[in-house]
């Protein structure tokens, strides 16, 4: 498919998703209030034709866009998580609001993640950086189970000690077994604070990237950005998430719930 064509098709199937969205409560879907350039559109179609939980609100504004959902993850979920302290607790919804740049801007100063939010994922769930509370103990090679409840799940995803606020430390797989394909770049699964979109594991050639940069970042095309945007790919191997940010970010964690209690 040559790029205008598949230009068409993305629009085409943006149009029809925010069409199905406006006929159910209002609430949801794209408002378009501001009176950007059609530059400053381009990005934020290009972000929202990914496939996005139909339970995400979206608004664009003058200078940002702002997400709104319940934080519950439009996957299935178990019915409960280990603790550190051997209890267990299930998962709950959790009022989440989200913003970011309208457009990205890359900076070549980093900014560390924070602990707590650091993005937000097509599923209506949000992710964090490789840490639990202490700040250095990576979850994924933390996890653990309490008589064969685990602590993170085949997602590597958990919520925090109160139940609320359920997140990926990883790759989501839940997610990216939905979205990607066979032998091509890894399909948008969500935004970091910074504006820049984030990725499964999967480069150009459908393997792993291998070029990414100390944020797990690099510049390229990308399904819903054919001409190229620096993006970020969520790897099977350490850090597994985020570490920095290699955009601008007015405040550098913590967008949506509150910060792990553990
Ligand atoms: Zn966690
Ligand atoms: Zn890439």
Redesign the pocket.
């Known amino acids: 498919m040559n790029r205008l064509a598949y230009l068409i098709v993305t629009l085409s199937a943006f149009t029809l998703t925010q069409a199905a969205c406006s006929s159910d409560d209002g609430a949801d879907g794209v408002d378009d209030s501001s009176n950007g350039t059609e530059g400053d559109s381009a990005f934020a179609d290009a972000l929202l034709s990914g496939m996005w939980a139909d339970d995400i609100s979206v608004s664009i504004e003058t200078d940002t866009i702002v997400f709104s959902g319940d934080g519950y993850p439009n996957h299935d979920v178990l019915e409960a998580y280990a603790l550190m302290d051997q209890s267990t607790i299930d998962v709950t919804a959790t009022d989440t609001t989200f913003t970011i740049p309208r457009v990205p801007e890359y900076s070549e100063t980093v900014t560390d993640t924070s602990l707590g939010t650091i993005g937000l994922a097509i599923s209506g769930a949000v992710y964090f950086n490789p840490y639990e509370g202490d700040g250095t103990s990576v979850a994924i090679d933390s996890n653990f189970d309490v008589g064969g409840i685990p602590f993170l799940d085949a997602c590597n995803g958990h919520p925090l000690g109160t139940g609320s606020t359920y997140h990926y430390h990883g790759v989501p797989y839940c997610i990216t077994d939905v979205v990607d394909t066979d032998g091509a770049?890894?399909s948008v699964i969500g935004v970091l604070l910074d504006g820049f979109p984030v990725?499964g594991p999967?480069?150009?050639d459908g393997s792993a990237?291998t070029d990414?940069d100390e944020c797990s970042?690099?510049?390229?095309?990308?399904p819903e950005f054919p001409d190229g945007i620096y993006?970020?790919?969520l790897m099977e191997t350490s850090p597994y998430s985020v570490t920095c940010y290699h955009g601008v970010v007015d405040d550098a964690g913590g967008g949506m719930g509150p910060p792990p209690g553990e």
Do not use: K, V
């Open positions: 770049h890894s990725y999967n480069g150009e990237a990414l970042g690099h510049d390229g095309p990308t993006h970020y790919h």
